[in-house]
């Protein structure tokens, strides 16, 4: 059974920092790029950072400069240190598992795609 259960959102001041963990559990992990999405009331959930099994990050123009995403894939974790956060950041963030077909270690696997149930970040005075 695949679980990504996120922890670390909460209530933070503009201006202050959180960090989120994922921690996934029935997955090859390492066969996984990993990212961290969001979604406002009243919006589309959008992309906020991804990271592939090799390190490779990617962001959104929103948050880059101010997010950081990290996996440790000894421990089957992502990480997103989230610093000088604005109202505008409030949102559900939810991690995802994404694999695109093909062959990992010498072995195929197919396309999957996961999500978490998602943590509440709520950024108020």
């Known amino acids: 059974q695949v679980q990504l259960v996120e922890s670390g959102g909460g209530l933070v001041q503009p201006g202050g920092s959180l960090r989120l963990s994922c921690a996934a559990s029935g997955i090859i992990f390492n066969t996984y790029a990993m990212g961290w999405y969001r979604q406002a009331p009243g919006k589309q959930r959008e992309l906020v950072a991804t990271?592939?099994?090799?390190?490779?990050?990617n962001y959104a123009d929103s948050v880059k400069g101010r997010f950081a995403i990290s996996r440790d894939n000894a421990k089957n974790t992502v990480d997103l240190q989230m610093n000088s956060l604005k109202p505008e950041d409030e949102a559900v963030y939810y991690c995802?598992?994404?694999?695109?077909?093909?062959?990992?270690?010498?072995?195929?696997?197919?396309?999957?795609?996961?999500w978490g149930q998602g943590t509440q970040v709520t950024v108020s005075s």
């Open positions: 990271i592939t099994s090799g390190g490779r990050t």
């Open positions: 995802n598992a994404h694999r695109v077909s093909g062959a990992y270690s010498g072995r195929y696997y197919p396309e999957r795609d996961y």
